[in-house]
Structures are given as structure tokens and as C-alpha cells.
């Protein structure tokens, strides 16, 4: 069977490689003449576990094969990026294109599957009209699904295959077609499903931890004002059994978490009070985490570490980053920063980052913004002989004191609000 594949991001490429390496002859398209080169070597431009040997053997074989053109085949997967625009709609083009590029190889009997994300009726509304204005018969001359993915970046070669995966038909017919396709090689279960289903569950499962996560944010404001212990209240209410607060931070960053509300909201705003009350909250996080530095801070002269910049720990990836946004307002106000993520490159980030040392040196306050292993067990040494005071602000509570002079402050014991 052929199967052709248009966009070769972090879930393109891999479910490429995956149906390439389960026999399927695999054509991939990128407008990205550099990934589609290297691909055709039998490299790849992302980092993921396990894919540069897979994407390899399968380009080797003979079953996998890149280029910038949309080819004919049985079946066809979009997966492109749907960006947000500045006004947090979601940005279609991508996927518009995508389809069009389909429209253009289609043959009667083919299977055609979005796995980008998308703000639910998108199939109904925008993709399924397309086909139809050629000429189609869609759901009977040629099938439409979607097929969302939900996999973790880091896991995705095992939670492609492991994973339950949601199959949304525009039609029984499509659903049943689309089901065959990852009956290839998922062993989770294939949830049969409508398109407009599968399109509101995978924005769900976001949202569900966006507003969790809000909760706990409000939960640390709450206890701010009130004296209270947010992060034991949070351990002792989840020791109820069917409770379960999620954990406070920063901000809510990457590029799921942060945009998918949108897409819901953007369709039904009148009704959508609370995700986007959720999304207000978790955007207002650093703002908050400035005013807790201002009071631990002498003035806005004063120098401030950072520690951790991506959007969560152990990952170098900083898209939508609270982390990101503190640093630039800190920056803007005049704070000297001595920046340090070890999971990060100098290139990716405009101000200059220092090592750990450097970073503490004559610091007034440690600001801790991601949960990287490696900030588990500070030096403690480097702090109290380098910082000008050792106190070391926790978001993320993830950090070990050790030391009695270090002073520790996390979202459970910040100073009460005056
Ligand atoms: N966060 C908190 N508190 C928590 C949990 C997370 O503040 O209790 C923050 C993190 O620090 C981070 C953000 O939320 O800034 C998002 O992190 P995450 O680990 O929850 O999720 P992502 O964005 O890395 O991946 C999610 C996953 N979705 C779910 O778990 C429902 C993943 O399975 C999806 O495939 C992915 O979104 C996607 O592509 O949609």
C-alpha cells in the first residue's frame, strides 16, 4: 500500500518512519528543502528517541522517500502545524494548503486523514467542503477522518504504537477505512468516533489540564492573600480519592497546552467562561512570580538568577515559555539577570546565558523557573559564597535544601499579601 505524508514535523516524520517500517511504501512532503534532503539521506532535522535509526533503515529500504510535492497514493495523512494568529484564532492555512495539495492526486477509493489539530467542525466546515466543490462524494468516493495525535515528545515512537487512538470518520464508511490504516501498527485500542468528536476530545484533553492547572494557580494566589499553605492543601486534598489538583507553576507553557483552549474558545466564546478564565489565569502567573521577586528583592537594580527556561522540565524546548516571558519583563525593568539552563543552546535565546556559578554570583534572589533533575540538588556552596543573599524562589517546588542559610521560599510559604 501507498501512503503519502505531508508535513515531517515531530509527528509527520515519525508516523512516516512507522508506517514505512510496518511495510508501507512512504512518500513524505515538507516544504522544507533542507528536511526533505536530509531525510532522503536518511537523516532527520528534529530530535526523537529511536527515529534517526528507524527513519535510516526505512530510506535504506527502499519505503521511504521525501520531496516538496504531494504524490499520488491510497492514503494520505496531513499532519501540518496549525499555528494561532496574534488574536488567538487558529491559523488554517497549513492545513488548507495541505488539502489542496491533495485535492490534486485524489482518486476514487482513497483514504484522506487530518492529524493536525484543528477547532472542532474543521472536517464538516472547511476540509470536507473542499473535496466537495471538486467533485467528491465524500464518504463514498473517497473517505475523510480525523485521526488526532496525542502522543508526548520524547515517547512518541512508543506511544504511537501503544497509545489508544481516536478515529473520527466524516462518515461510518471513513471511520471503518481509517481504522484499517492503524490497525497497521497501533496496539492501543481504535476508538471509533465522528470527526467533530475527535476533534473536541483532543481540545479537551488539554483544556481539562489547562483549568486544572489554573485552579491551582488561583489556589496559590488564594493562599497568598490568606496565610494559607497552597502546597500542602494541594497534598492533603489528593489524598481524597476522587480529587486531584494539579500542581501550580510558572505559567502554562508549549505549544499544546497554551493554544489548544483557543481553538474552542475562538468557536463558542460566549460559552466558553471558564477555559477562558483558565487561560487568564494561567497567563497571569508571571506576572505574579514578578511581584513575588519585587518582594524579595532590594530595587530593580538588583541581580537576579534564573534557572530553567523551557517550557517544562528535561526537554529543550521553549516554545510559549512562561519561563521565557519572565526573563524578557525582568530584563525590561531593569534587572540584571544571570541566566542558566543547561537543557538549552546560547542560540536559541537573544540575552546572553551563563553557567551556574556565573548565574548566582552576587545574586540577591534565585529565581527557579523549570524542573530540570539537574536543579533537584543545587550547590549549595556556589550560592552562599557567591550570591549576595542566599534565597532561592522555587516555582516549580522541585528544588532540595539542604543548608540552614539558604532561605527557601516556594507557592507555599510566600510573604501574605499586604
Ligand atoms: N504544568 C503545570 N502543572 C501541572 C502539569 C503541567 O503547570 O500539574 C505545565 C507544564 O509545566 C507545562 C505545561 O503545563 O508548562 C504543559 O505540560 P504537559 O506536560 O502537561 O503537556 P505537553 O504540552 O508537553 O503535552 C500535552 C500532552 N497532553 C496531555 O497530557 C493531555 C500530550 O499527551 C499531547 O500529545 C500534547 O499536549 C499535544 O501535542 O497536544
Not at 481509517?178 to 492501543?188: I, L, M, N, Q, R
Not at 489565569?281 to 530553567?308: C, H, W, Y
Request: net charge negative; hydrophobic share 40%.
Amino acid at each position: 500500500k501507498n501512503l503519502c505524508v505531508i508535513g515531517l514535523g515531530y509527528i509527520g516524520l515519525p508516523t512516516a518512519a512507522m508506517f514505512a517500517h510496518h511495510g508501507w511504501k512512504v512518500h513524505g512532503v515538507d516544504v522544507n528543502p533542507r528536511a526533505v534532503d536530509m531525510i532522503n539521506r536518511g537523516e532527520i532535522h528534529i530530535e526523537e528517541v529511536g527515529l534517526q535509526e528507524m527513519v535510516k533503515q526505512a530510506v535504506e529500504g527502499g519505503k521511504l522517500k521525501a520531496s516538496p510535492n504531494t504524490v499520488e497514493a491510497d492514503c494520505f495523512i496531513i499532519a501540518v502545524p496549525t499555528p494561532h494568529t496574534s488574536d488567538n484564532k487558529a491559523n488554517l492555512d497549513y492545513v488548507v494548503q495541505a488539502t489542496r495539495s491533495v485535492l490534486e492526486k485524489v482518486e476514487k477509493g482513497n483514504i484522506v486523514i487530518v492529524e493536525s489539530t484543528i477547532p472542532p467542525r474543521t472536517i464538516n466546515d472547511v476540509v470536507a467542503p473542499l473535496f466537495e466543490e471538486a467533485g467528491w462524494l465524500v464518504g463514498e468516493d473517497i473517505y475523510l477522518a480525523h485521526c488526532p495525535e496525542r502522543v508526548l515528545p520524547g515517547r512518541i515512537l512508543i506511544e504511537l504504537v501503544e497509545n489508544n487512538r481516536i478515529i473520527g470518520g466524516i462518515n461510518e464508511a471513513s471511520t471503518d477505512k481509517a481504522a484499517e490504516v492503524y490497525a497497521t501498527f497501533v496496539k492501543g485500542d481504535l476508538l471509533k468516533t465522528s470527526a467533530l468528536s475527535a476533534e473536541m476530545s483532543k481540545l479537551m484533553e488539554n483544556t481539562y489540564r489547562d483549568v486544572n492547572i489554573a485552579l491551582a494557580n488561583e489556589l496559590v494566589k488564594i493562599s497568598e492573600r490568606l496565610g494559607i499553605d497552597a502546597l500542602e492543601v494541594i497534598q492533603l486534598a489528593n489524598h481524597h480519592p476522587r480529587v486531584n489538583l494539579h500542581q501550580p507553576g510558572p505559567g502554562v507553557g508549549g505549544h499544546c497546552l497554551a493554544v489548544d483552549p483557543y481553538f474552542i474558545i475562538e468557536k463558542a466564546p460566549e460559552e466558553s467562561k471558564l477555559i477562558s478564565d483558565a487561560r487568564v489565569i494561567n497567563n497571569s502567573m508571571p506576572d505574579f512570580v514578578i511581584q513575588q521577586v519585587e518582594k524579595l528583592t532590594e530595587s530593580r537594580n538588583s541581580k537576579v538568577a534564573i534557572l530553567g527556561l523551557t517550557y517544562k522540565g528535561n526537554i529543550d524546548d521553549v516554545r510559549e515559555s512562561p519561563a521565557m516571558e519572565i526573563v524578557e519583563k525582568l530584563l525590561d525593568q531593569g534587572y540584571d539577570l544571570g541566566v542558566y539552563d543547561p537543557h538549552i543552546k546560547q542560540e536559541q535565546v537573544e540575552f546572553k546565558l551563563s553557567s551556574f556559578a556565573d548565574a548566582v554570583a552576587e545574586a540577591e534572589c534565585i529565581l527557579v523557573l523549570t524542573d530540570h533533575n539537574e536543579f533537584k540538588d543545587l550547590d549549595e556552596g556556589a550560592i552562599l559564597t557567591g550570591s549576595k543573599r542566599p534565597i532561592i524562589l522555587d516555582t516549580k517546588n522541585c528544588v532540595v535544601v539542604k543548608s540552614k542559610q539558604i532561605k527557601y521560599v516556594n507557592f507555599g510559604n510566600l510573604t501574605t499579601k499586604s
